[in-house]
């Protein structure tokens, strides 16, 4: 992609500043221009971030998006350092954090999948109601680094359901913030070599010791085999950055763009009539 200048005096809130996309992206960015406020959840990874000691590089710490009491406290930071650095508004806000596991629905820790339907979606939610006027000031654009979110994967739904309803909440929010001109842009990520996506064999030896778990043994078995394929493809994270940066640099941004190991595949999946993918799928499954 072709690199641009980046906009100077904007801002940039990252969720999910750990490791990862999150951690890539909110480098780039700080070194390319853009005030970024880098949200972890931990202070020993905001400490790591402010070792970098990247002027550009805010880290913003405690978020925990599956505790919506933590944003107040975030948003009155958020504000206070906006008006350190004489900037008006936020420029954009990337929804990134999140995690998800190895299961068939049938064994799917729902514990698990409550946090990250809390983070994926509750706890985005709350953010954009919170930093909504900060990004009308700004002129701003929001975010969505998720999955291919209209078809369906195997063993993975803690995630891609989640992502299902992330399409539909940022294609909503394009709508109803037309009057404001604030877009809502969806990075779609393949397979990206991160530390949750790099967890297939250990989460598929996790599930097998379910009690049911000899009922999907020979399907997770091989899908494992075909993941550990899969994962020497993925797709390092700063190329996703690259995208994120290209989106918030674009006067026009695209309202999808696709980063990632198969994500070719998976737009053209999406782009298929729903009966005639889930046909592909099924047997492929």
Same mark, same amino acid.
């Given at each position: 992609?072709?690199?641009?200048?980046?906009?100077?005096?904007?801002?940039?809130?990252?969720?999910?500043?750990?490791?990862?996309? !999150?951690?890539?992206?909110?480098?780039? &960015?700080?070194?390319? !221009?853009?005030?970024?406020?880098?949200?972890?959840?931990?202070?020993?990874? @905001?400490? +790591?971030?402010?070792?970098?000691?990247?002027?550009?590089?805010?880290?913003?710490?405690?978020?925990? *998006?599956? +505790?919506?009491?933590?944003?107040?406290?975030?948003?009155? #930071?958020?504000?206070?350092?906006?008006?350190? +650095?004489?900037?008006? =508004?936020?420029?954009?806000?990337?929804?990134?954090?999140?995690?998800?596991?190895?299961?068939?629905?049938?064994?799917?820790?729902?514990?698990?999948?409550?946090?990250? &339907?809390?983070?994926?979606?509750?706890?985005?939610?709350?953010?954009?109601?919170?930093? %909504?006027?900060?990004?009308? /000031?700004?002129?701003?654009?929001?975010?969505?680094?998720?999955?291919?979110?209209?078809?369906? /994967?195997?063993?993975?739904?803690?995630?891609?359901?989640?992502?299902?309803?992330?399409?539909?909440?940022?294609?909503?929010?394009?709508?109803? %913030?037309?009057?404001?001109?604030?877009?809502?842009?969806?990075?779609?990520?393949?397979?990206?070599?991160?530390?949750?996506? %790099?967890?297939?064999?250990?989460?598929?030896?996790?599930?097998?010791?379910?009690?049911? =778990?000899? *009922?999907?043994?020979?399907? &997770?078995?091989?899908?494992?085999?075909?993941?550990?394929?899969?994962?020497?493809?993925? /797709?390092?994270?700063?190329?996703? #950055?690259?995208?994120?940066?290209?989106? *918030?640099?674009?006067? $026009?941004?695209?309202?999808?763009?696709?980063?990632? $190991?198969?994500? =070719?595949?998976?737009? *053209?999946?999406?782009?298929?009539?729903?009966?005639? #993918?889930? @046909?592909?799928?099924?047997?492929?499954?």
């Amino acid at each position: 992609m072709t690199k641009q200048a980046a906009p100077t005096q904007k801002s940039v809130f990252i969720t999910g500043c750990s490791s990862g996309i !999150g951690y890539a992206t909110a480098l780039y &960015l700080a070194k390319n !221009g853009f005030t970024v406020f880098a949200s972890v959840r931990k202070e020993a990874d @905001a400490e +790591r971030l402010r070792a970098l000691k990247e002027p550009n590089l805010v880290p913003v710490c405690p978020l925990d *998006l599956t +505790r919506p009491d933590d944003i107040p406290a975030v948003l009155a #930071a958020v504000q206070a350092e906006l008006q350190r +650095r004489g900037q008006a =508004g936020l420029y954009a806000l990337v929804n990134n954090a999140g995690g998800g596991g190895v299961a068939p629905v049938e064994l799917m820790d729902l514990e698990m999948f409550g946090r990250e &339907l809390q983070a994926r979606l509750v706890g985005s939610t709350a953010l954009v109601q919170a930093f %909504l006027p900060l990004l009308r /000031t700004g002129g701003g654009r929001i975010v969505w680094i998720m999955t291919p979110a209209a078809i369906p /994967t195997p063993y993975v739904t803690s995630i891609h359901a989640c992502d299902f309803a992330v399409n539909c909440l940022a294609r909503t929010l394009d709508i109803e %913030l037309k009057a404001w001109k604030i877009p809502n842009i969806q990075v779609r990520c393949g397979g990206i070599k991160t530390g949750a996506g %790099l967890q297939t064999t250990a989460g598929v030896t996790a599930i097998l010791q379910h009690p049911r =778990g000899d *009922l999907y043994r020979p399907a &997770l078995e091989a899908w494992s085999r075909d993941m550990a394929a899969f994962d020497e493809k993925r /797709t390092e994270p700063e190329k996703v #950055a690259h995208v994120v940066f290209d989106a *918030l640099c674009a006067a $026009h941004p695209r309202r999808r763009y696709s980063i990632g $190991h198969m994500s =070719g595949a998976a737009a *053209l999946l999406e782009a298929m009539p729903q009966g005639l #993918a889930d @046909a592909i799928l099924k047997a492929r499954f």
